[in-house]
């Protein structure tokens, strides 16, 4: 009678029940390996995405304004500059109205309206929901959209 030889075990596989496949385990220096990428890979993708981190995230050209757009500009200074930045151009606090997420055919001139009044959920950007900004009186919220349109305008938004 031929004598059988024993399998040896594979270091990196557990025997299975009768009619299982084999389960690959997986060493704890892999997983480590595996879960410090992934971490650093989330780190990376959420300074990336998450609106940048100092005072101003983008350089803006300032145009000469008309005389509605430097009405909107003193309201914007008033009310919207320390979480919009200077000139539209972000914070640590808030987004860059001057970027193509606010172009005109994606955040019409009435997104700006319900977001002064309303305010808004965060879904661009990871500076968390815009709140109403009631000290914005009815009156200045269309030359603070000519402001805002004008600098976009400038800066090649639109």
């Not at 004598?3 to 299982?20: E, H, L, Y």
């Not at 145009?63 to 200074?77: D, H, I, V």
């Amino acid at each position: 009678m031929p004598v059988s030889k024993k399998r040896k075990k594979s270091s990196n596989s557990i025997d299975p029940q009768p009619g299982m496949a084999p389960k690959t385990v997986i060493h704890r220096s892999t997983f480590t390996t595996m879960a410090g990428i992934v971490i650093a890979l989330g780190l990376v993708g959420w300074m990336i995405f998450a609106g940048g981190s100092g005072d101003s995230t983008i350089k803006v050209i300032v145009p000469t304004l008309t005389a509605a757009a430097q009405s909107g500009e003193q309201t914007f200074n008033r009310v919207c500059l320390k979480c919009h930045g200077d000139n539209l151009a972000g914070s640590k606090n808030g987004p860059p109205l001057v970027d193509p997420f606010y172009r005109p055919s994606h955040h019409a001139d009435g997104s700006f309206v319900s977001a002064i009044t309303q305010g808004v959920r965060q879904h661009h950007w990871k500076f968390g929901p815009m709140p109403p900004q009631p000290q914005v009186k009815a009156a200045e919220i269309p030359n603070l959209i000519v402001y805002i349109r004008e600098i976009q305008q400038a800066n090649g938004v639109f």
